[in-house]
T-cell receptor, first 114, second 113 residues
Framework: ETGVTQSPTHLIKTRGQQVTLRCSSQ?????VSWYQQALGQGPQFIFQ???????GRGNFPPRFSGLQFPNYSSELNVNALELDDSALYLC?????????????FGSGTRLTVV | AQSVTQLGSHVSVSEGALVLLRCNYS??????LFWYVQYPNQGLQLLLK??????LVKGINGFEAEFKKSETSFHLTKPSAHMSDAAEYFC???????????FGAGTTVTVRA
C-alpha cells in the first residue's frame, strides 16, 4: 500500500502571494489533517477534512483554507502569504475522523516566504 | 484541552547508553498518548502509542514508554542508544473523541560514538 505523498517538497513564495499544497492520502484512508511545523517547534493542527467536509479547525486565520476531493486527496491553500507562514506543512491521513486507526504522515512541504 | 510539555529540548547520549526523553501532559479527559520520531527532512513516524490497557507500551526500534496517570507522564526510553536514533522526537496527546493531535516542542537526540 502506498503511504501519504505530498507535493511539492519545497517551495519559495513572495509575501502576499498565494500557495497551494497537495496531499494524496494513504489507500483506504478517508480523513486528511494538515499541520504547520515552524522551525524548532512541534506541529500545530490547522484543520481536518472528513469525506470532503472540514470537520475541525485549529487556531489559524481564514486565509488558510482547504479542500478534499472524492478520492480523498486534499489541498491546503494559503492566501496573502506572510513571512511567518514559512514552515514545514505536514499532511496526515487516517481511516476515520477520530484517528482510531492511527495517523500516517507525509514527508511534508517546506514553504519559504521571502 | 490537551497540552504537552517535553522537558529538555536537546539530549546527548553515548552510543550504548540509556535514552530517556521526558513528556508530561495536561488533559481534561483520559488521554491517548503518542511518541513520534522525525528524521531530517522527513515527516513523522509513529514510535508507539497508548490508548487503553497496559500502561507499559512497546514500540518500534526498541523504544518503550510508560503511562503514569498519577504523574501525568509518558516518558520514552530505550536501553541502549544506537547512532541511528539521532533524530527529533515528539510527544503528542489527543482526547479519545477528538481528531487533533497536540504536540510538544520536541527533543533533539544526538548520539556520541
Amino acid at each position: 500500500e502506498t503511504g501519504v505523498t505530498q507535493s511539492p517538497t519545497h517551495l519559495i513564495k513572495t509575501r502576499g502571494q498565494q500557495v497551494t499544497l497537495r496531499c494524496s492520502s494513504q489507500s483506504g484512508h478517508n480523513t486528511v489533517s494538515w499541520y504547520q511545523q515552524a522551525l524548532g517547534q512541534g506541529p500545530q493542527f490547522i484543520f481536518q477534512y472528513y469525506r470532503e467536509e472540514e470537520n475541525g479547525r485549529g487556531n489559524f486565520p481564514p486565509r488558510f483554507s482547504g479542500l478534499q476531493f472524492p478520492n480523498y486527496s486534499s489541498e491546503l491553500n494559503v492566501n496573502a502569504l506572510e513571512l511567518d507562514d514559512s514552515a514545514l506543512y505536514l499532511c496526515a491521513s487516517s481511516s476515520s475522523d477520530r484517528g482510531l486507526g492511527g495517523y500516517t504522515f507525509g514527508s511534508g512541504t517546506r514553504l519559504t516566504v521571502v | 484541552a490537551q497540552s504537552v510539555t517535553q522537558l529538555g529540548s536537546h539530549v546527548s547520549v553515548s552510543e550504548g547508553a540509556l535514552v530517556l526523553l521526558r513528556c508530561n501532559y495536561s488533559s481534561s479527559v483520559p488521554p491517548y498518548l503518542f511518541w513520534y520520531v522525525q528524521y531530517p527532512n522527513q515527516g513523522l513516524q509513529l514510535l508507539l502509542k497508548y490508548t487503553t490497557g497496559a500502561t507499559l507500551v512497546k514500540g518500534i526500534n526498541g523504544f518503550e514508554a510508560e503511562f503514569k496517570k498519577s504523574e501525568t507522564s509518558f516518558h520514552l526510553t530505550k536501553p541502549s542508544a544506537h547512532m541511528s536514533d539521532a533524530a527529533e522526537y515528539f510527544c503528542a496527546v489527543r482526547a479519545p473523541n477528538d481528531y487533533k493531535l497536540s504536540f510538544g516542542a520536541g527533543t533533539t537526540v544526538t548520539v556520541r560514538a
